[in-house]
C-alpha cells in the first residue's frame, strides 16, 4: 500500500496507573522512527492520554507545529469522552465494513444513547437509516450530526457535511464539493470515495465517474464491503453485467457478505434471466436478520415486470406483515406508494387511487410521497399530484434529485393529464441532464408525451433510452412497459415490422401474466390489427 512507517500501540497496567505506549518502526528497515508513552490513573483518561501522545508524536515526526496546533483538537472533544460510546462507534464501523448497514445500525445508535453529543456517531446512524429506507430517521439524524459539528475533528467535519448535504438538504453538487476537497485533504482517506460513488455520482447518471470512485475506495480500503457494493451498481448501471459478477465474486472471496452480496446476485439473475440463480439469492437473503422485507419488495417488482399482479400484491401483503411489526409509518406508507404504482401501471386506477392517497396520509416522507404522487398522476389524478409537487417544492428546496427531476415529472403528469403535452415536454427539459440518474420517469413521461403529440418516432426514442437501460431500471415495471409503448410509437411512425417485434418482445415477456389485465388485452388487439 505504500506506507513508510507501522504504528504500534499498547496500554499496560503499571501498579495504580495505566500506561499507553506508541511505537513508529520503518516499513522497510524496521528501525525505531520514534518512541512515546504517557500514564493515566482511570480508564476515563483514555481518550485524553491519546489525544496528547498523539500530538507529541506528530511533531517528532515531522509535522510542523503550526499543523498541529490548526489540526489538534483533543480526541475527546472531537469524538466522545465516553469510552463505552467509543467501543459501540468502532464496532458498528467494522461490522458496517464487513456486514452492511442492517447489522451495523444498533452499534451507532447505541453509541449516540451512550453519547447524545457524539456528532459523528450521529451521522453515521444517519447512513444506517438512509440505506435502510428510514429516511426521515436519517434526516433527523444528519441534522442532529450538523448541529453538533463543532464538537468534531476536522475529518469527521467532512463526513458531517457530506451526510448533511446528501441525506438533510439532498444538494448534491455542495456535498460533492465537500467530497472533493475531503479527498485532497486526506487522500488515504476512503470515505469520501463512497460517497461519491454511492450517493453522488450515480444521481447524475455519471456511473463512469461512479466506477471509478469506488475502484479507488477498493484501492484505499479492500476490506471494506461499500466499495464493492457500490462498483457493482455502477457496473450493473453501465450495463456491464460481466464486470459486476467479478466484482461480486471479489467480494465473497473476502467474506464480505451483508445483505447487499445476495441482493446483488439476485439482480444480476435477474437480468441474465437465471430464474434459478435468483431463487437461491432470494432464499439466502431472507435468511438474514431484518432483510426479508427488502427481497419481498424486491421480488413483488419480478412479479410485477412479467405481469403477474396479482401475486405481485401477494407478495407485499407479505412485506407489509414484516415492516408493521418492527417499522414506523414510512414503510407502510413506501409500501402503499409501491402497490399504487404497480396497480397504476396495470391499468387498475380505482385501487392505484386507493393505495396512493392511503400512502400521502401516512407520511409525507419525500420518497414515499413521490412514488405514491407519480402512481397517482399515471392514474389520471391532477389535485394530489400537484399538491406534492409544491410540498416537495417547498420543504426540499435545494434538493438536486427533487428540483430537477422529480418536481418536474410531477408537473409534467399534470400537464399530461390536462391535455397538454407541448407544455409537458417543456417541463422535462429541466430533468434531461439527469434523467438517467434513477429510475428515468421522466424518460417515460417525455415518451408518452410524444405519443399524445402523434410524434412516434421521437417517442420511439425515449422509449429505448429505457429498454437500453437494463441495468437502471432492473425488474421495475417501467421498463416492461416501455416495450409496449415503443411498439405503439413504431405503429404510429408507420414502422410496420419493428412495431411487430416490439409487441412480440412484450407479449413474449407478459406470458404468464394475468390474463384480466386491460392493458394486454389492448396489447394483443393492437399487435392482431397490425397482422
Known amino acids: 500500500m505504500g506506507a513508510a512507517a507501522i504504528l504500534d500501540g499498547s496500554i499496560v497496567r503499571l501498579g495504580d496507573q495505566y500506561v499507553l505506549g506508541l511505537r513508529a518502526t520503518h516499513c522497510q528497515t524496521g528501525a525505531l522512527i520514534d518512541a512515546e508513552q504517557v500514564q493515566f490513573a482511570h ?20 509535522e510542523s507545529l503550526a499543523s498541529v496546533k490548526n489540526r489538534d483538537t483533543p480526541l475527546a472533544e472531537a469524538t466522545t469522552p465516553s469510552l463505552e460510546a467509543l467501543k459501540a462507534y468502532s ?7 464487513s456486514s452492511g448497514s442492517t447489522t451495523a445500525l444498533p452499534f451507532f445508535r447505541r453509541a449516540t444513547e451512550l453519547d447524545p453529543q457524539f456528532s459523528i456517531a ?3 446512524l444517519s447512513r444506517m437509516y438512509g440505506d435502510l429506507g428510514l429516511d426521515d430517521l436519517s434526516v433527523l439524524s444528519a441534522r442532529r450530526a450538523f448541529q453538533l459539528r463543532d464538537h468534531a475533528s476536522e475529518r469527521e467535519r467532512f463526513f458531517i457535511d457530506a451526510s448533511y448535504n446528501i441525506l438533510a438538504t439532498g444538494d448534491l453538487a455542495k456535498a460533492q464539493e465537500i467530497c472533493d476537497a475531503w479527498a485532497q485533504a486526506y487522500p488515504r482517506d476512503s470515505s469520501p470515495h463512497g460517497f461519491l460513488s454511492g450517493l453522488i455520482y450515480p444521481p447524475f447518471g455519471r456511473y463512469e465517474e461512479g466506477r471509478r470512485e469506488a475502484k479507488k475506495m477498493i484501492e484505499l480500503a479492500p476490506d471494506l464491503f461499500v466499495g464493492y457494493m457500490n462498483l457493482v451498481s455502477n457496473d450493473l448501471a453501465l450495463g ?20 447487499n452480496y445476495p441482493l446483488d446476485r439476485y439482480i444480476l439473475a435477474f437480468l441474465r434471466a437465471d430464474e434459478t440463480g435468483m431463487k437461491n439469492s432470494a432464499s439466502e437473503v431472507e435468511k438474514m436478520q431484518g432483510s426479508a422485507p427488502w427481497m419481498i419488495m424486491m421480488q413483488a417488482y419480478t412479479f410485477a415486470y412479467s405481469g403477474q399482479f396479482h401475486r405481485a400484491h401477494e407478495e407485499l401483503r407479505r412485506e407489509n406483515v414484516f415492516t408493521r411489526q418492527d417499522s ?20 387498475d386506477r380505482e385501487s392505484a387511487w386507493q393505495h396512493g392517497l392511503a400512502s400521502l396520509k401516512l407520511s409525507r416522507n419525500k420518497d414515499s410521497s413521490y412514488l405514491a404522487a407519480y402512481a397517482l398522476g399515471l392514474a389520471g389524478d391532477i389535485l394530489h399530484v400537484r399538491e406534492v409537487a409544491d ?8 434538493d438536486t434529485k427533487i428540483r430537477l427531476r422529480q418536481v418536474p415529472t410531477l408537473r409534467a403528469l399534470v400537464a399530461l393529464n390536462q391535455q397538454n403535452p407541448a407544455e409537458a415536454l417543456e417541463l422535462l427539459q429541466l430533468a434531461a441532464p439527469i434523467e438517467l440518474g434513477g429510475i428515468p420517469d421522466a424518460v417515460y413521461i417525455r415518451g408518452n408525451a410524444f405519443l399524445a403529440l402523434g410524434r412516434g418516432r421521437e417517442a420511439a426514442v425515449e422509449f429505448q433510452k429505457i429498454i437500453g437501460h437494463r441495468g437502471i431500471l432492473i425488474n421495475e415495471p417501467t421498463g416492461a412497459l416501455a416495450l409496449l409503448q415503443i411498439a405503439r410509437a413504431y405503429a404510429l411512425s408507420g414502422e410496420i415490422t419493428r ?12 406470458q404468464n401474466a394475468d390474463p384480466d389485465i386491460a392493458i394486454l388485452r389492448q396489447a394483443r388487439r393492437e399487435y392482431s390489427a397490425l397482422r
Open 122 to 124: 450521529h451521522a453515521w
Open 328 to 347: 414506523p409509518a414510512q414503510f407502510a406508507a413506501y409500501n402503499n406508494a409501491v402497490s399504487a404504482m404497480i396497480e397504476a401501471h396495470s391499468g
Open 391 to 398: 410540498h416537495l417544492e417547498k420543504h426540499f428546496p435545494m
Open 240 to 259: 456491464q453485467f460481466d464486470d459486476a459478477d467479478l466484482v461480486l465474486q471479489n467480494a465473497s472471496s473476502r467474506k464480505l457478505v451483508g445483505i
Open 91 to 97: 464496532a458498528g464501523v467494522k461490522t458496517l465494513g
Open 43 to 62: 480508564k476515563e483518561e483514555l481518550l485524553d492520554a491519546l489525544s496528547r501522545i498523539a500530538s507529541k508524536f506528530r511533531t517528532r515526526v515531522g
Open 499 to 510: 412495431a411487430k417485434i416490439a409487441y412480440e418482445q412484450f407479449l413474449n415477456l407478459w
